[in-house]
């Protein structure tokens, strides 16, 4: 195999628009990372949330060597909240700001390599709740139930 050396014409191309990326919608989506290197990742309106999500604390205890990614388009009054976590746990963050694209996407934790992580998205803390409340309801009419049956 042959590699040729870049010309003229591949260094203009790289003043002029940059970089050749792979997956760049992907990465537009993920904060500049790609999906398989992400551990955690949470919405903008997860982020928005009062409080901070356990997940992404753990992961950020679990994991000091990744780095954690925020939405520079929102506001710093939300994002301040994963800064200090991530101080505490002597994560690196960056504000990722591309004014050119919409991502629904928050934060994310990820590292500079594939981790390949099956599940990164954190349910919202509403979702979690209304699953507690309906696993409850179950066992409590399948014992009113017995109980019916017994009394």
């Known amino acids: ?28 989506k993920f904060l500049g990372s790609l999906r398989e290197r992400i ?12 409080g901070v999500y356990k997940e992404v604390q753990e992961n950020l205890k679990k994991n000091p060597n990744a780095k954690l990614l925020l939405n520079g388009n929102m506001s710093y009054s939300y994002l301040s909240k994963y800064i200090k976590l991530a101080d505490t746990y002597h994560v690196s963050f960056s504000m990722v700001t591309n004014k050119e694209t919409e991502t629904d996407i928050g934060l994310v934790l990820a590292y500079d390599h594939a981790i390949d992580k099956e599940d990164i998205y954190v349910k919202k803390k509403s979702e979690k709740a209304s699953e507690t409340q309906t696993k409850q309801k179950a066992k409590k009419s399948l014992f009113s139930s017995i109980k019916n049956k017994l009394f």
């Not at 050396?5 to 990326?21: A, E, F, R, S, V």
């Open 1 to 28: 195999m042959v590699v040729s050396k870049p010309t003229i014409d591949d260094y203009l191309d790289n003043g002029i628009y940059g970089q050749k990326q792979t997956k760049p919608d992907e990465r537009r």
């Open 39 to 50: 551990v955690i990742a949470l919405t903008q309106s997860q982020v928005r949330e009062k």
